[in-house]
């Protein structure tokens, strides 16, 4: 099992002269996964039509057969990966391709219902917002505490917001700005015996969190492989158990319409899938480090990361532990502002002049940070983001 910390950095490609704080946010794959991947593009441009139209999914022409398709194959080993199975599985751009997937492949009326909190990212709440209008039904925004310590407060928020007319609920796995693990499996218990169908979105959650999708329960699920399970950007997942297959359609729809789950996601058009087929290199690189070992160093990290800038910086983390996952959000000094324009400006002073990237925004009338911890990191980066603010304040 490797050691982490900053000698991890030549296992990616990363600029040695940043502060590297933000794998969060588009992710950064591992060198190796970056190989494995060429090597995919490599063999497409040998053959391409033969690749892609007859080797690649269950959509295709003539032959030479590929059994399975190549990417039921990839399929079959990030759904072992995440205690699911194959067939249950496809691929989507992102975690935001497989919102729109799922919302707008509902059959809405006027008057039904979207619960989703104010807490969620914002494309995935403009999905419910075009949803919505479109049907003529209407969008639910449960305001959540901007940091919570008890994940029952998340539950008793949800249990007050259904209604009747709830047809569809997205609840987060990790929420994308305030980096806080939310209570799922008990949300979607709740919405489930209310009558409600769950969305859950675990942009965040694939490498950050050890997964069992389906013991979730949900209807849906949907998730990034670019992030935390060390694929090339962009591959996302969309999960849906047998019973919510049919009817559930791509945003691109193509010649697989009708033919099943698979079949109809799998192929929708000409596309590069080397992201999607070296996810497995991904998640096979992250097991050789221990996976375990991996969630609970970038756990800690993060955790021991909050509170150091907390400390530094004379301000309240005021969040439990087990809220934190992979990131964690800290609220700077109130003197460095707190609208929108204060946060770029200092975001862009970071990383321009003191060459840290990191995920800087304003809510709630100040200025928040939000700290990715990955192997590569160790507590010297954090260290050194507490000290640059300093020295601007």
Not at 13 to 30: E, S
Not at 87 to 102: K, M, Q, R, S
Not at 131 to 148: F, H, K, Q
Not at 163 to 181: F, G, K, M, N, Q
Request: charged letters at 20%; glycine letters at 8%; aromatic letters at 8%.
């Amino acid at each position: 099992m490797a050691t982490f910390g900053r000698h991890m950095r030549e296992h990616w490609a990363l600029d040695p002269a940043i502060t590297y704080l933000n794998h969060g946010t588009v992710g950064a794959p591992p060198r190796r996964v970056l190989a494995a991947q060429q090597a995919i593009r490599d063999a497409i441009e040998r053959q391409p039509s033969r690749y892609l139209l007859r080797e690649l999914a269950a959509i295709r022409v003539g032959g030479p057969r590929c059994e399975p398709p190549r990417l039921r194959s990839a399929a079959d080993a990030v759904a072992e990966f995440l205690g699911a199975r194959g067939d249950d599985l496809v691929f989507v751009d992102n975690a935001t391709a497989g919102v729109n997937a799922v919302l707008r492949s509902l059959d809405l009326r006027a008057g039904d219902e979207i619960v989703v909190t104010d807490h969620g990212y914002g494309a995935v709440n403009n999905v419910a917002a075009f949803v919505a209008r479109v049907a003529g039904a209407s969008v639910r925004t449960i305001a959540l505490p901007y940091r919570v310590r008890d994940p029952r407060v998340v539950v008793e928020a949800y249990a007050a917001a259904l209604t009747p007319h709830t047809r569809a609920v997205i609840v987060d796995h990790i929420t994308s700005e305030t980096a806080l693990v939310l209570p799922a499996a008990e949300v979607v218990a709740l919405c489930r015996a209310r009558g409600a169908a769950v969305l859950v979105d675990g942009a965040h959650a694939p490498g950050a969190l050890a997964l069992d999708i389906p013991a979730l329960g949900a209807d849906w699920y949907v998730g990034n492989l670019h992030k935390w399970a060390y694929s090339p950007r962009s591959c996302g997942i969309l999960w849906a158990p047998p019973a919510r297959q049919a009817g559930l359609h791509p945003p691109v729809i193509s010649w697989g319409l009708d033919q099943g789950f698979a079949a109809e996601f799998d192929w929708v058009g000409t596309r590069d899938p080397s992201p999607y087929l070296a996810a497995p290199e991904g998640i096979a690189f992250l097991r050789e480090l221990g996976a375990e070992a991996v969630r609970a160093y970038n756990h800690d990290l993060a955790w021991e990361g909050a509170r150091l800038l907390t400390r530094r910086w004379a301000t309240e983390l005021e969040i439990d532990e087990a809220t934190v996952g992979t990131m964690a959000t800290a609220p700077l000094p109130a003197r460095f502002g707190g609208d929108a324009e204060a946060a770029a400006g200092l975001r862009d002073r970071l990383l321009f002049e003191d060459r840290i990237e990191v995920q800087l925004h304003a809510a709630h009338g100040r200025l928040w940070v939000r700290i990715s911890a990955q192997v590569y990191n160790d507590l010297s980066d954090v260290e050194r983001l507490a000290e640059a603010v300093l020295a601007r304040g």
